[in-house]
């Protein structure tokens, strides 16, 4: 009787808004890979569609709930399985520390509970491919803000920081993939 190991790898990609990780996540999507896409562009998409408020330049307090309980669902769903993720749960911390706020001790607490991998992938600060869309209302410089707050709070969590460099998406995806030694 043969018995397989199961893996469960919870890859996180970070970022700032607009620096690519989404197109990576896709590109990795289409090679066949497990991936969760960003909660906080389906919550947007679905409240504008909708009508709502929880959005976050109506009501951040109720988007804040709905993405970080999408994100604990996603975090949830990628057991037993090797999966990729566009942002999670150590971003919503970084998120309220760009704002210099102090961040709950029950979000550090759930951090800690719910660990990705120990690489976490970084896009960095790519001015070229940056743009501003109906999700996505950050300029340029607040999006440096949101990557130096990532910079600063995902080591304090215990992660390494893996910085993917600039290229096509398709060399992006590959760096990932070859760095776990996935390819």
Request: charged share 25%; with cysteine.
């Given at each position: 009787?043969?018995?397989?190991?199961?893996?469960?790898?919870?890859?996180?990609?970070?970022?700032?808004?607009?620096?690519?990780?989404?197109?990576?996540?896709?590109?990795?999507?289409?090679?066949?890979?497990?991936?969760?896409?960003?909660?906080?562009?389906?919550?947007?998409?679905?409240?504008?569609?909708?009508?709502?408020?929880?959005?976050?330049?109506?009501?951040?307090?109720?988007?804040?709930?709905?993405?970080?309980?999408?994100?604990?669902?996603?975090?949830?769903?990628?057991?037993?399985?090797?999966?990729?993720?566009?942002?999670?749960?150590?971003?919503?911390?970084?998120?309220i520390q760009k704002d210099k706020k102090e961040i709950p001790q029950d979000l550090l607490?759930?951090?800690?509970?719910?660990?990705?991998?120990?690489?976490?992938?970084?896009?960095?600060?790519?001015?070229?491919?940056?743009?501003?869309?109906?999700?996505?209302?950050?300029?340029?410089?607040?999006?440096?803000?949101?990557?130096?707050?990532?910079?600063?709070?995902?080591?304090?969590?215990?992660?390494?920081?893996?910085?993917?460099?600039?290229?096509s998406v398709k060399w992006r995806s590959e760096f990932i993939l070859k760095h776990l030694?996935m390819m």
């Open positions: 009787m043969l018995f397989f190991a199961v893996v469960t790898k919870r890859i996180l990609l970070t970022g700032g808004p607009g620096f690519g990780k989404s197109s990576i996540i896709f590109e990795l999507e289409r090679l066949g890979h497990s991936v969760f896409h960003e909660v906080a562009r389906e919550i947007i998409q679905s409240e504008v569609a909708s009508q709502g408020e929880a959005l976050p330049w109506i009501n951040i307090n109720k988007f804040s709930d709905k993405v970080l309980q999408g994100r604990i669902e996603q975090f949830d769903k990628g057991k037993n399985q090797i999966s990729f993720y566009d942002r999670g749960l150590p971003d919503i911390a970084a998120f607490n759930l951090c800690q509970s719910k660990k990705y991998f120990e690489q976490v992938f970084i896009t960095p600060p790519w001015e070229s491919i940056f743009h501003r869309d109906e999700e996505r209302k950050e300029d340029f410089s607040a999006a440096i803000k949101v990557h130096k707050a990532i910079e600063y709070i995902l080591p304090q969590m215990g992660y390494q920081l893996i910085a993917i460099p600039m290229g030694q």
